[in-house]
């Protein structure tokens, strides 16, 4: 916290190194790449023709190498880089943890930018001089991510105040990533056939520019306000939009525990199983009563005050659904709870999912992985043998009857369950899934029901 008043008197920092260039990224992640490929692939092989013994051992520390490499590339590149290991990072239901506990700290502790950048990023953007604007502003930032970094401050009229601020020439860096990741994706689908994850690429480069636009952020924000007004163990930050702008968002104060930090919820007297009690519930209100919810809903982005109450920052990648998608949403969910399998297969065909010869397997396989089998199995969270059986079998079925068309606001709410799935890991969640979103479905199923007569 800022004493005095820092403003009056602001520090110079030498002036940042130049950009790398994208030739340079390109090659650095290129290299990456082939490190950890080759390395799983070495173990793979050595364990095909010379036995399985130490298999496991060997993966592990493969696991610990590959973090690293990537926890250090992502340090030294930033841009894409960060926010692909804060998504692996939340993935503790399916990922070793090697990989969840060594990139875990880029949530909100990538190193930050210099103070000169941020004041003078803040003040072209405000259009007026740091001292003019905030009476204090901590040259410490609270917390520092892949696009920007939060900064503690108090408004001239006495506010307190986060300040998020974008880093400059980020959206170039962030365009150059993605096109370089098309590149890397293309070139591994060809090495391995099972591991083709271009489609969800070419969705990221109609997502990742939203994050960019900090405007965009502000009118999500006030949306979420307002659909969870009536809920004061919700809270969503008020934007001060006169210190608001397309790099530049300010924003309410908000303090709290971090989700995943289980010793400080103990200390506040949080009962860490009813915060994934209560993060299940709220998220399904979003998707499937409002049809508008927060994307990225990662560790960094949500804090635990006591009651619980939930707050939830960072609302730069959000989605609406079209009242059409939504309806489809929730026929689904009811079709996957009531186990119908017509019911399913008509879901997906109405949310626009095209497969090549329109056999119904790979949609009921589809059902399974996006809900089925955790409703089944009574879990809150996906778990390795789950994930494991499903390595095996949906490159099987997805051979056969390929995905031809997925429809893009799909894969952001599948994003969001992975990131959930991994945060109700770490919380030791005992959410009933059956019991928690039947509620929903049935009475959203029967205001479908009534609007149609």
Partial sequence: MSTANPSIDFPTSAPEPRRLTRAYRFTSVL???????????????WSRYFGQERKEQRYRRQDLRAARALHAAAIRLEGLLIKACQFIATRADIL??????????????????????????????????LRA??????????????????????????????????????DGIIRADLRNLMFTLRLLARLERDLDFRIIARELLKYIPMELDFL?????????????????????PEVYHELTTRRVITMELVEGVKVTDIEGLTRAGIDKREVAQKLIEVFTEMILRDGFFHADPHPGNILVQPGPRLALLDFGLAKDFSPRFRDA????????????????????????????????????????????????????????????????????????????????DVLLVNRVMGLLSGIGKTLDSQVNLFSTLMPYANQLIAQQNAAAK
């Avoid at 905030?134 to 917390?143: H, I, N, S, Y």
């Avoid at 991510?145 to 307190?160: E, K, M, P, W, Y």
């Fill in 329 to 408: 949403m929730v026929r689904l969910t009811f079709a996957i709870l009531t186990n119908n399998r017509e019911g399913i297969i008509s879901a997906f065909h109405d949310l626009g999912f095209r497969t090549r010869d329109d056999s119904p397997e790979t949609f009921l396989m589809l059902a399974d992985l996006f809900l089925g089998n955790s409703v089944k199995r009574n879990r809150a969270y996906a778990d390795r043998e789950l994930i494991g059986e499903f390595a095996e079998e949906l490159p099987r079925t997805l051979r056969a009857n390929p995905i031809v068309e997925v429809p893009a």
């Fill in 31 to 45: 290299l990456l790449a082939a490190r950890i490929y080759s390395g799983y692939k070495a173990i793979q092989l």
């Fill in 216 to 236: 965009n952020e502000a009118r999500n924000c006030e949306t979420l306000r307002r659909n969870f007004a009536a809920r004061p163990d919700i809270l969503i």
């Fill in 96 to 129: 070793p943890d090697e990989w969840v506990t060594t990139l875990s700290g880029l949530h909100d502790s990538v190193p930050p930018r210099p103070f000169s950048t941020i004041r003078h990023q803040v003040e072209k953007e405000l259009r007026r001089p």
């Fill in 133 to 170: 604007v905030f009476a204090e502003f901590d040259q410490t930032p609270l917390a520092s991510a892949s696009l920007a970094q939060v900064h503690r401050a108090r408004t001239a009229d006495g506010r307190n105040c986060a300040v998020k601020v974008q880093y400059p020439g980020i």
